[in-house]
């Protein structure tokens, strides 16, 4: 099987994996709390937007599973400005924890590491203005993106090529992850009756999805290969 192949199988799982992911945990006591976050940014404007970055920042730094936030800043702020939330609170989350992970939690990380043969061999390629390497690292996107925060803390990678690489790097599958949250809350607009569905509607939604799966599939293609000819990803 391809290595393309294999990409475009993983990315449409994901769609289905992220849409029941997020119909369970809508279900489950322990994510009760992101829910309310969601509904409290969605009344509060401003302050709820800033809200909802601390709340993500946070869960990052946590190493909590943000996935229905992605989601909802698609459903509640639509593409660009969803995707750009998101991508400022992960990068500051990111950074944060790098930071931990740098000054207060090193000897722990490096412990950690030690017993994560193919971990420990990306990060010992990671040089001290590699940001171009870390941007690689987040465009894949089974790379642990919230483990890899505090591994990369200890590698000596600057802070500033770090965030940059982040800032950068985070794009590609939050827009697409984005963009199904946006797509899913049209589609229960749809069965409330709020708005109607004309049939260049569905095209273009439907146009978006693939122009935008054709575009994870060809981003993380290239940065697999990237990967791989610096020995970092098995072949």
Not at 96 to 103: G, H, T
């Amino acid at each position: 099987m391809s290595a393309s192949l294999r990409i475009v199988i993983a990315l449409t799982g994901s769609v289905i994996l992220v849409v029941l992911l997020a119909m369970l945990l809508s279900q489950l006591d322990h994510q009760q709390a992101l829910l309310k976050v969601l509904q409290l940014a969605e009344d509060a404007g401003i302050a709820g937007r800033l809200l909802f970055v601390a709340v993500v920042c946070l869960c990052v730094v946590a190493l909590v599973p943000s996935v229905l936030l992605t989601l909802g800043a698609g459903a509640l702020y639509g593409v660009i400005e969803g995707a750009l939330l998101m991508v400022i609170a992960e990068t500051l989350g990111s950074t944060f924890a790098f930071l931990l992970a740098r000054y207060l939690f090193h000897q722990r990380v490096l412990d950690t590491l030690e017993h994560r043969a193919r971990l420990r061999r990306t990060m010992a390629i990671i040089r001290t203005n590699d940001w171009k390497m870390v941007a690689l690292l987040r465009m894949i996107p089974f790379f642990p993106f919230k483990l890899s925060n505090y591994f990369l803390g200890v590698t000596p990678v600057a802070c500033g090529p770090y965030v940059l690489g982040t800032l950068i790097g985070l794009w590609p599958m939050t827009l697409f992850t984005v963009y199904l949250g946006s797509l899913a809350a049209n589609v229960l607009s749809l069965e409330s009756g709020s708005i109607s569905g004309h049939p260049w509607q569905w095209g273009l939604w439907i146009t978006g999805l693939i122009f935008a799966g054709a575009v994870v599939v060809a981003v993380v293609r290239r940065a697999t290969v990237i990967m791989r000819e610096n020995d970092v990803l098995p072949d």
